[in-house]
């Protein structure tokens, strides 16, 4: 949508929600919570297939330690290096897990529904200041007529004061009340553009960037008939179709999975388990006994009569070998085969004390169910009592803009035979424009009701689940 931002094409209401809905930074939140959401509801499932995990370190022991070759302890320095697999999986947890899930996906489709609403959100405050830069533009319109009357009063009055028939006080009148209405005017022009920055801020554009409004006029944006609505078929449908009401909804069944899961913990999980394993131990020093010759024993004789025959003997001696790195690894594929060990078999898991962590789950679980009904009823109640707010509101508006229409004919009326009156000299200049002010509050007035109106009218159309639209 950044090309937008460049688009010299005007931007109408059904633009400025899109490029809304796709950049503002509230959706986009809510969009990154739902994703969130999701991630952990697929964590979720996984957890029930096996788990599997390995491991392995390297290691050097010094001191005196365990020889794994031997299974006895020595002193001498040595590497090590131990491996293993393993896998585990719940066979059986009281359906703890599975309501986990359920609660889990539950929380996600609320989380899903949630930018919507979100959307919906930005899209009915994109419109209430769609409209109120709308009336800006109109109410400018409205002081730029009054400013060029009193211009053009002005030049009249002005050629009479020239040729004497009017006093020099008529001119200055008038000629004030042209600085008056372009100052009004100017006002009404900053006021457009402060209100549009506060559309751009709503839809994250960009406050430098091209921004010109589609105009549609007032009179023709199409709205129900006010008298043909009944706020209680709007509540009823607004019922099927706001989103709220559907994520409360969910939310509240997600509270409810999540205490029966909260249930099923406390009870006694069974579970599967294997493992695989070896090691590899290799010294620094090897110790052994070499052949150090044959010597006679003085100690041990055979007597040959008289003679004494010596009797020769093996002499042997302790010796130490340090082995290089390379020597360290002699053996190492044998080892790990002799060593490699297997294990599986079946677990159970019995909560007896924990701290009441369970039990405390569970009134937690409780009591979240119970405040979530509370929103469900809270936002049930507020929803309703909008629509008929805003129904009485849109009423009136449709009350109010009726008798702006008398008042602004019955001004125009006043204005129109004021003028005539002024220009044959009948009619003092501070008469004339007290009706022409009197005329210009009057279509002011009428524009803030009939736009207000259209306004009611679209929030109520907005609650019935159509939308918003001009």
Not at 24 to 52: F, T, W, Y
Not at 159 to 188: F, I, T, W
Not at 304 to 326: A, D, H, I
Request: with cysteine.
């Amino acid at each position: 949508m950044s090309a937008n931002a460049q688009d010299n094409t005007k931007w109408d209401l059904k633009k400025c929600v899109e490029y809304a809905i796709n950049n503002n930074i509230s959706v986009r939140q809510a969009d990154i919570q739902a994703r969130v959401s999701s991630i952990l509801l697929k964590e979720s499932r996984l957890q029930q297939i096996p788990s599997l995990n390995f491991s392995g370190n390297h290691g050097f022991q010094f001191g005196r330690s365990l020889d794994y070759t031997t299974n006895t302890y020595s002193d001498a320095n040595a590497i090590y290096q131990q491996f293993g697999l393993n896998t585990q999986v719940n066979l059986f947890n009281w359906n703890s897990q599975r309501n986990n899930i359920k609660a889990n996906d539950l929380s996600s489709q609320a989380d899903e529904v949630a930018v919507d609403k979100a959307k919906n959100d930005i899209a009915l405050n994109v419109a209430r200041q769609y409209l109120l830069v709308l009336l800006d533009i109109e109410q400018a319109n409205v002081t730029d007529i009054q400013l060029k009357q009193s211009q053009a009063q002005l030049s009249n009055t002005q050629k009479q004061v020239d040729a004497g028939a009017l006093p020099e006080l008529n001119a200055a009148e008038l000629a004030a009340q042209v600085a008056r209405d372009s100052a009004n005017l100017m006002s009404a022009q900053t006021t457009i553009e402060v209100d549009k920055l506060t559309l751009k801020g709503l839809i994250n554009l960009p406050a430098d960037a091209p921004f010109d409004l589609e105009v549609p006029p007032v009179d023709q944006i199409p709205v129900d008939n006010i008298l043909e609505i009944s706020p209680a078929e709007v509540f009823n449908m607004a019922m099927h179709t706001q989103p709220q009401i559907k994520v409360n909804s969910l939310r509240l069944d997600a509270a409810q999975k999540s205490y029966k899961a909260a249930v099923g913990r406390q009870y006694p999980t069974i579970s599967a388990f294997g493992q695989l394993g070896s090691r590899f131990f290799s010294p620094y020093k090897l110790t052994g006994t070499e052949l150090l010759g044959i010597f006679p024993n003085e100690n041990i004789y055979v007597m040959n009569g008289t003679e004494k025959l010596p009797v020769y003997s093996p002499v042997t001696g302790y010796t130490t070998t340090k082995r290089n790195f390379w020597g360290l690894w002699d053996g190492y594929g044998a080892q790990l085969k002799n060593n490699f060990g297997q294990s599986f078999g079946i677990g159970l898991s019995v909560p007896i004390f924990n701290g009441w962590s369970a039990r405390a789950n569970i009134e937690r679980a409780k009591m979240d169910i119970r405040n979530k009904e509370l929103i469900v009823e809270q936002d049930t109640l507020k929803l309703k009592q909008d629509i008929y707010t805003a129904f009485n509101q849109a009423r009136g508006s449709f009350q109010t803009f009726n008798a702006r229409q008398k008042e602004v004919a019955t001004a125009e009326r006043s204005f129109g035979l004021a003028t005539k009156r002024y220009e044959i000299g009948v009619m003092q200049t501070i008469e004339w424009l007290t009706n022409q002010a009197n005329l210009y509050n009057a279509r002011i007035n009428l524009l803030i009701a009939q736009f207000d109106y259209v306004f009611k009218m679209k929030v109520l159309e907005f609650y019935k689940g159509q939308g918003i639209k001009l």
